[in-house]
């Protein structure tokens, strides 16, 4: 499909829009070109899955900042910590096969995190945001998120940065770290090995953790946000989480950063590729008709295992293992019982299994909210509006 609709609202010059789009959802399409009239969008894609059938998946723009590289079907973009999702279907699939318990103590499968007072804290709480590791309290050089080794052994002997057992504090780039942790302690694979071997390569899904070189060529150039988001009052979890010189991933490059395995943070995808995985939360476990994850393992991951005020992220939430449910702040469209995931700069993908929908916003304009950025709000309130 390639159209150039213009509306009474809508009076600048509109880039094409490529894809499809199925009959019933053009407000979709209207809402997505609606970004680059009053929002500044240089080039992104939206996809929606219903009841396993892709009824949207468009895309337009451009995947560079100077706007001399259309964007494709097949570009790849960062999604940052829309990943988060992702790394936790990845968990679920490990408790499905009964190497791993959200129950049980990270420390019965990870000996040395249980230092410090952290020995009680579970599997479901690490991955619910819970574990006081949001930041490293250690003063290091960013480029040593890249050996993993160092990073585990700092996050295995630190002392929580709260006390545990009063609420949740989003791990912006450690959540990444202890999932991986797990997954090789019990798989003996990481995270994005398993998604490369069992998932994403058999399935042919253009979503990774640690991006081959060779791919490297069709992925979209980032704009940095104008401004800097609103953390609320400084203090020092939150500055250990996102405002200290080591406090994320640098000083290697692109190249390094992309080949990298950051669960967390770097995850690279389409926002067909998204939406396909956020299909399991839609479908009840499945994944286009095959069993991905029992239901019971599905209602484990997504019901709610801490809410309140986050030490972290200046907003009331309600976290499940590894997802944001939707119940507080509505990120994910008006279903209370939707989840979903939010990434730096304003990627989203979302599930709503009342009506076994998903969706993924991604893009390379990236913008200063930390959740609830108007481009995807807009994309899924249009879609609601076609249901």
Same mark, same amino acid.
Not at 264 to 270: D, K, Q, W
């Given at each position: 499909m $390639?159209?150039n609709p213009t509306?009474?609202? =809508?009076s =600048?010059?509109?880039?094409e829009l490529?894809g499809?789009v199925a009959a019933?959802?053009e407000?979709?399409?209207?809402?997505f070109l609606?970004?680059w009239?009053?929002?500044d969008?240089?080039g992104a894609g939206f996809?929606?899955r219903?009841d396993g059938?892709?009824?949207?998946?468009?895309?337009?723009?451009?995947a560079d900042?100077k706007k001399?590289?259309? !964007?494709?079907?097949? %570009?790849?973009?960062p999604v940052?910590?829309?990943?988060?999702?992702?790394a936790a279907?990845?968990?679920?699939?490990?408790v499905?096969?009964?190497?791993l318990?959200y129950?049980a103590?990270?420390?019965?499968? !990870?000996?040395?995190?249980?230092a410090?007072g952290?020995s009680?804290? *579970?599997?479901a709480q690490?991955? &619910?945001?819970?574990?006081?590791?949001s930041?490293?309290? @250690?003063?290091?050089d960013a480029a040593?998120?890249?050996?993993?080794?160092l =990073?585990?052994?700092k996050l295995?002997?630190?002392?929580?940065?709260?006390e545990?057992?009063?609420g949740?504090g989003?791990?912006p780039? $450690?959540?990444g770290?202890i999932?991986?942790v797990l997954a090789r302690r019990t798989?003996?694979r990481?995270?994005g090995?398993?998604?490369?071997?069992?998932?994403? /390569?058999?399935g042919?899904?253009d979503?990774?953790?640690?991006l081959?070189e060779?791919?490297?060529?069709r992925v979209?150039e980032?704009?940095?946000?104008?401004?800097?988001?609103d953390?609320?009052? %400084?203090t020092?979890?939150?500055?250990?989480?996102?405002?200290?010189?080591?406090s994320?991933?640098?000083?290697?490059g692109?190249?390094e950063w992309r080949m990298?395995e950051f669960p967390?943070?770097?995850?690279?995808? $389409?926002a067909?590729a998204?939406a396909?995985l956020?299909?399991?939360?839609?479908?009840?476990g499945?994944? @286009?008709?095959k069993?991905?994850?029992s239901s019971e393992t599905l @209602?484990a991951?997504t019901?709610?295992?801490?809410c /309140?005020?986050?030490?972290?992220?200046p907003?009331?939430l309600s !976290?499940g293992a590894g997802?944001?449910?939707? *119940?507080?702040?509505g990120?994910y469209?008006?279903e209370p019982?939707?989840? /979903?995931? &939010?990434? !730096?700069g304003?990627s989203c993908?979302?599930?709503?299994?009342?009506r076994?929908?998903?969706?993924?916003?991604v893009?390379?304009r990236?913008?200063?909210?930390?959740a609830g950025?108007?481009?995807?709000?807009?994309?899924?309130?249009?879609?609601y509006?076609?249901?």
């Open positions: $390639t159209s509306t009474d609202t =809508i =600048i010059p509109l880039p490529e499809h019933g959802f407000p979709v399409a209207e809402a609606a970004n009239a009053d929002q969008e240089i996809a929606v219903l059938e892709l009824v949207v998946d468009i895309h337009a723009g451009w900042r001399t590289r259309l !964007w494709q079907a097949d %570009t790849l973009v940052y910590s829309t990943g988060k999702a992702v279907l990845v968990i679920a699939r490990l499905d096969r009964g190497l318990d129950d103590p990270v420390a019965d499968f !990870w000996p040395e995190f249980a410090s952290k009680s804290v *579970t599997v690490a991955l &619910s945001h819970q574990a006081g590791l930041g490293l309290s @250690e003063e290091m040593d998120w890249f050996n993993a080794k =990073i585990e052994a295995a002997r630190q002392t929580p940065l709260w545990l057992g009063t949740s989003y791990h780039v $450690t959540f770290f999932v991986d798989d003996g990481s995270i090995a398993i998604l490369r071997e069992d998932i994403c /390569g058999p042919g899904i979503f990774h953790i640690g081959p060779s791919e490297h060529g979209a980032h704009a940095m946000p104008r401004q800097l988001p953390l609320g009052p %400084t020092p979890v939150r500055q250990l989480a996102f405002l200290k010189p080591w994320s991933p640098g000083r290697r692109a190249t990298h967390a943070a770097n995850g690279h995808s $389409t067909r998204l396909r956020m299909s399991v939360y839609a479908d009840g499945r994944l @286009e008709n069993r991905f994850i @209602e991951l019901r709610e295992r801490v /309140g005020p986050d030490k972290v992220l907003f009331d !976290w997802v944001m449910r939707n *119940t507080h702040g990120f469209g008006p019982a939707a989840v /979903g995931h &939010s990434g !730096w304003g993908a979302m599930a709503d299994p009342v076994g929908l998903s969706a993924a916003y893009m390379n990236q913008k200063h909210h930390l950025d108007p481009r995807p709000l807009r994309l899924i309130e249009a879609l509006g076609c249901l």
